[in-house]
């Protein structure tokens, strides 16, 4: 065995911001694929390891679970931690170990899931799955997988930089809430959430002309939550929903979930296609209309004042609902509002989504729906039916958070931040890639869409660019039908500009090889689709 | 106007496990309904209240809140606070706070929900909602609302007792989390949960004979998501489910908001009928079994070991799964534990619901799903595509309090208040109630069922009890059908043992009135059903 036994290899940089965990995973799983850890060889015990480094044990033993769940290692009961035979790697030549399917949607499986890695047992009945939980389990399986580590610029994360997180703020807020409301903070909330909270997005939401009472404003689980509920309201499975090509990737996953399919509607550069819409919206089986009109996922651009009237126009005429994301609303960096279809909405079509997901972080797990009348109506008693209600703990952390004007703040550095890394993002693609590539030039949000000028499916570029150092969200990913794309979104949430203009050096080395011209030749053509 | 413009009236009782809001918006509730704040009449301004009264003044706008979400009162942009003219009393005779349908499920919305009390706008369109979602407004309508207030003794409240929430250990934990584990607690988790968390319940589950992998247990926000991604699992809409007569109310909720009906099982005193279960899982409509052995909700009793293995035999030469409810499973306070059906089941039929809910409170929003194979990839696969995943803050605060033992001392402290809480209602039942009266004898849980001698429909004695000061679940709650029913669920929960005594005496008082009985001839004939 080439153990050499000695976990004194292990450091931890207290000046990090990488948690402990995470820098002795890392550490381990570099000693195991560079063979200095060998197979069957077991790892420190917890115990002992945890106290030569000064730290809990649960410490050691988050690093440990991380490594089994990425496949390294493996737990033996009352034996202990051992170095599994490596598995073979997946797609990019890297460790299985995040999905792409929730990176594309803007979020991120920080972990290996249990997905593709459960096989029942020697005996077991085989149980019949409803046939949308089937069709999930499908699409996610067709979905690429990404190299990650440290060496890798992770363009294509859509995750708020966690360099970035107010966490001694906002643990202040938690402590406040804990401190003046006590038990009361841990009993149910009502299914709508905390009337302070619901108040101060709706004062929020002033600013942007939503007119909404604290009484249309239901807080929900994250946006994502929202989408579901969303869906539920207006649809059955076998209906349909009509999507903008591209779209959002996880709302894809939600639509199988649920049994509903997609009605793709095209796009120009204003926004979605008015025909198109028109079209779609009057096959009495798409049932409602899913839209980002702000900051579009994956494209970044934002529809245009004009067309957002049109778009209610259109939807008001075939009396169908519209589901206005606007996860990204608060991210504007440059340039003037634009309303939000809710403020345009004069005849109650619009269920407006809003998160702090992407503003603040994920972790506080809060966002909101706003709808009226009926539909406010069932949307309480679908939130009350699926889950009850949300954490008061978090809700009211965030309120005090709000209020105290932290948030705010926070936005004013995330939007100088924005600023910078889209800049430098721009910089680097005019620079690294080849000529007559296309790129939009988001006002807000953290993503932008790239096109590349031949014909590839970018999907087929993602392993090269693992191994050189940089990963991107293909454009396959976003197709409610799946069609190969020679677009790609790159996200600057969680890079740097120094990471960005490493990763852009490394996909434009990846890209000129691959369309075979020379290296140097990048001026982009024009920065919009 | 009655105004007398002081606001010196109100006074905060520093000592009270009431929270401040609470007691603001209960006093000037009194204050109202007494009159001595007419209709019209404007609440002292928020900030000269909190002023003067010394509180910070989120904690009385949330009083304010909540008198307006009970409709007492209405903000006025720019104007402030006025007393509206009363709504006309539903039900019992006092303010429409509390869903039945919430209670009866063992939660409660804690304030007044924005369901029926949601008007549209002039011009708004009618939008068509999914017609799962039409049924689950018309049940929701169907229930009673509950009389609340101090007054009155909460039999109906399936919430642990604010009194006995372990706060200060519990905020302990939360900070040393946040503390320790900083910026990684608020990104996203992995759709599974954090892996210290899912590795100590399986630890605990062994108690139980459940021998489950950590990697077989997603973690879930609260029980209650715990059975709709259950149900989402194995059915479509249209589809039916197989649940006990009576069940958990909820269930009811998440089977109407999902497009499914009921398939009614008969009890007797050891279960589910086997010979009912045996013809109604015969039917290729009913695809999957809900029970709650353990503690059932509503009736208290727990299925028989030998019944169990019916149960699973029955199941398995239908191959339909069994979601097996165990969201009690911490609270037996006498007896000997007998094995969950996820312990006995050797074929993988059973998805097993746990939850921290009933044992910690509701506020951790923490339950769990056990499952393996392809039912584990799916469920995975619909979390993920459901909310992405839950709040990491409370997972990494869960696993400091689980591993430092002191969710077991918090365990040990109500299994004895529940013995006592139980001994007590029994001693009431048999001495206040009227002969005949039969009652369960729980051995585990909060929740106790009654069954009147006499032909009633104890729905039509809710606004009498209210008015002689105690409230209960009505036995038409927990019928898949609503038929009428002579019992009755009293919880414990949240009343001590003097709130039972008095409870009892006033239930007792009401029903011996409507059976036109003699007081005092009280003795119950049985203790079971």
Same mark, same amino acid.
Request: proline residues 6%; glycine residues 8%; charged residues 25%.
């Given at each position: 065995?080439?153990?050499?036994?000695?976990?004194?290899?292990?450091?931890?940089?207290?000046?990090?911001?990488?948690?402990?965990?995470?820098? &002795?995973?890392?550490?381990?799983?570099?000693?195991?694929?560079?063979?200095?850890?060998?197979?069957?060889?077991?790892?420190?015990?917890?115990?002992?390891?945890?106290?030569?480094?000064?730290?809990?044990?649960?410490?050691?033993? /988050?690093?440990?679970?991380?490594?089994?769940?990425?496949?390294?290692?493996?737990?033996?009961?009352?034996?202990?931690?051992?170095?599994?035979?490596?598995?073979?790697?997946?797609?990019?030549?890297?460790?299985?170990?995040?999905?792409?399917?929730?990176?594309?949607?803007?979020?991120?499986?920080?972990?290996?899931?249990?997905?593709?890695?459960?096989?029942?047992?020697?005996?077991?009945?085989?149980?019949?799955?409803?046939?949308? %939980?089937?069709?999930?389990?499908?699409?996610?399986?067709?979905?690429?997988?990404?190299?990650?580590?440290?060496?890798?610029?992770?363009?294509?994360?859509? &995750?708020?930089?966690?360099?970035?997180?107010?966490?001694?703020?906002?643990?202040?807020?938690?402590?406040?809430?804990?401190?003046?409301?006590?038990?009361? /903070?841990?009993s149910y909330a009502s299914p709508e959430g905390?009337?302070?909270?619901?108040?101060?997005?709706?004062?929020?939401?002033?600013?942007?002309?939503?007119?909404?009472?604290?009484?249309? &404003?239901v807080l929900c689980h994250?946006?994502?939550q929202g &989408?579901s509920l #969303?869906?539920r309201l207006?649809?059955?499975?076998?209906?349909?929903?009509?999507?903008?090509?591209?779209?959002?990737?996880?709302?894809?996953?939600?639509?199988?979930?649920?049994?509903?399919?997609?009605?793709?509607?095209?796009?120009?550069?204003?926004?979605?296609?008015?025909?198109?819409?028109?079209?779609? /919206?009057?096959?009495?089986?798409?049932?409602?209309?899913?839209?980002?009109?702000?900051?579009?996922?994956?494209?970044?651009?934002?529809?245009?004042?004009?067309?957002?009237?049109?778009?209610?126009?259109?939807?008001?005429?075939?009396?169908?609902?519209?589901?206005?994301?606007?996860?990204?609303?608060?991210?504007?960096?440059?340039?003037?509002?634009?309303?939000?279809?809710?403020?345009?909405?004069?005849?109650?079509?619009?269920?407006? /989504?809003?998160?702090?997901?992407?503003?603040?972080?994920?972790?506080?797990?809060?966002?909101?729906l706003?709808a009226?009348?009926?539909v406010l109506e069932g949307l309480v008693a679908l939130k009350h039916a699926t889950d009850l209600s949300d954490?008061l703990?978090?809700?009211?952390?965030?309120?005090?958070?709000?209020?105290?004007?932290?948030?705010?703040?926070?936005?004013?550095?995330?939007?100088?931040?924005?600023?910078?890394?889209? #800049?430098?993002?721009?910089?680097?693609?005019?620079?690294?890639?080849?000529?007559?590539?296309?790129?939009?030039?988001?006002?807000?949000?953290?993503?932008?869409?790239?096109?590349?000028?031949?014909?590839?499916?970018?999907?087929?570029?993602?392993?090269?660019?693992?191994? #050189?150092?940089? %990963?991107?969200?293909?454009?396959?990913?976003?197709?409610?039908?799946?069609?190969?794309?020679?677009?790609?979104?790159?996200?600057? #949430?969680?890079?740097?500009?120094?990471?960005?203009?490493?990763?852009?050096?490394?996909?434009?080395?990846?890209?000129?090889?691959?369309?075979?011209?020379?290296?140097?030749?990048?001026?982009?053509?024009?920065?919009?689709?």
């Amino acid at each position: 065995m080439a153990f050499d036994g000695s976990p004194h290899r292990l450091r931890i940089d207290e000046r990090s911001d990488e948690p402990a965990y995470q820098q &002795i995973a890392a550490q381990l799983q570099a000693e195991i694929e560079a063979g200095r850890r060998a197979p069957g060889e077991r790892l420190p015990a917890i115990r002992s390891l945890a106290a030569e480094l000064g730290l809990h044990r649960d410490t050691v033993a /988050l690093a440990y679970e991380q490594l089994g769940q990425s496949g390294y290692v493996e737990a033996r009961a009352g034996a202990g931690t051992f170095v599994r035979t490596l598995r073979t790697p997946v797609a990019t030549g890297a460790r299985r170990d995040e999905s792409a399917a929730a990176n594309a949607g803007g979020t991120e499986r920080t972990e290996a899931s249990a997905a593709g890695a459960a096989p029942g047992r020697a005996g077991d009945i085989v149980l019949a799955l409803a046939p949308p %939980v089937e069709r999930l389990i499908a699409l996610e399986n067709t979905r690429p997988r990404y190299a990650s580590g440290d060496d890798v610029v992770a363009l294509h994360r859509l &995750i708020p930089d966690p360099r970035l997180y107010p966490v001694a703020e906002f643990a202040a807020c938690f402590e406040a809430a804990l401190r003046e409301e006590g038990p009361a /903070l841990f009993s149910y909330a009502s299914p709508e959430g905390d009337p302070r909270l619901r108040r101060a997005i709706a004062e929020r939401f002033r600013r942007y002309g939503i007119g909404a009472a604290p009484e249309e &404003i239901v807080l929900c689980h994250g946006a994502s939550q929202g &989408i579901s509920l #969303a869906l539920r309201l207006f649809t059955q499975p076998g209906d349909q929903v009509a999507v903008e090509v591209p779209t959002y990737a996880n709302v894809l996953s939600a639509l199988a979930g649920h049994g509903l399919s997609p009605a793709a509607v095209a796009m120009d550069a204003e926004g979605v296609d008015p025909d198109a819409l028109d079209r779609v /919206l009057a096959r009495p089986e798409v049932k409602v209309f899913y839209t980002i009109p702000s900051f579009h996922n994956p494209l970044g651009t934002t529809t245009s004042l004009a067309r957002r009237r049109q778009i209610l126009e259109i939807a008001a005429r075939h009396g169908v609902p519209v589901v206005e994301d606007g996860f990204e609303l608060d991210l504007r960096f440059k340039g003037q509002d634009v309303a939000p279809l809710a403020a345009l909405d004069e005849v109650g079509l619009v269920v407006h /989504l809003y998160s702090f997901s992407k503003s603040l972080f994920p972790g506080v797990r809060v966002g909101s729906l706003t709808a009226r009348g009926r539909v406010l109506e069932g949307l309480v008693a679908l939130k009350h039916a699926t889950d009850l209600s949300d954490a008061l703990t978090l809700q009211a952390a965030l309120v005090r958070f709000v209020e105290s004007g932290a948030f705010d703040r926070h936005l004013a550095r995330i939007r100088r931040v924005l600023a910078a890394r889209h #800049a430098a993002l721009a910089a680097a693609l005019s620079t690294e890639m080849p000529a007559g590539t296309t790129a939009t030039a988001p006002e807000g949000g953290y993503q932008c869409w790239v096109e590349l000028p031949f014909e590839v499916d970018t999907r087929d570029l993602l392993a090269d660019a693992a191994r #050189a150092g940089v %990963v991107f969200s293909p454009g396959t990913l976003f197709m409610p039908d799946a069609r190969p794309s020679r677009g790609m979104r790159l996200s600057v #949430a969680s890079v740097d500009e120094a990471e960005i203009a490493r990763g852009v050096a490394a996909l434009g080395r990846v890209v000129r090889e691959r369309a075979g011209r020379a290296p140097g030749a990048g001026r982009t053509a024009g920065m919009h689709l």
